[in-house]
Nanobody, 122 residues
């Protein structure tokens, strides 16, 4: 069975940090570009960041630039999203997704995780 599993969500105060992980089971992430998406309560899902299959290219939505960093370790079959200086508006369920090929893109995702909840609140 081909799975993506997110972990690392939780409750954090504004200004705090969290590190999300996306682990693959049943297939190698090395051949897939990965994206992180999030969906806040009552809002549509939005793209957050993506990384090419080699890890050489990343992209971030404007609202997280300078605060979030995406990286990957293909040997460990995991992708991480380091989130610093978190704000209440970052509260959402965060999903990772995979698309075949090298290029960082938010389209054409074929595998999705079930998400991990991030709550930023004092």
């Amino acid at each position: 069975q081909l799975l993506l599993v997110e972990s690392g969500g939780g409750l954090v105060q504004p200004g705090g940090s969290l590190r999300l992980s996306c682990a693959a089971s049943g297939f190698s992430l090395a051949y897939y570009a990965i994206g992180w998406f999030r969906q806040a309560p009552g809002k549509e899902r939005e793209a957050v960041s993506c990384i090419s299959s080699s890890g050489g290219s990343t992209n971030y939505t404007d609202s997280v630039k300078g605060r979030f960093t995406m990286s990957r370790d293909n040997a460990k079959n995991t992708v991480t999203l380091q989130m610093n200086n978190l704000k209440p508006e970052d509260t959402a369920v965060y999903y990772c997704a995979a698309r075949s090929g090298n290029y960082c893109s938010y389209y054409g995702m074929i595998y999705w995780g079930k998400g991990t909840l991030v709550t930023v609140s004092s």
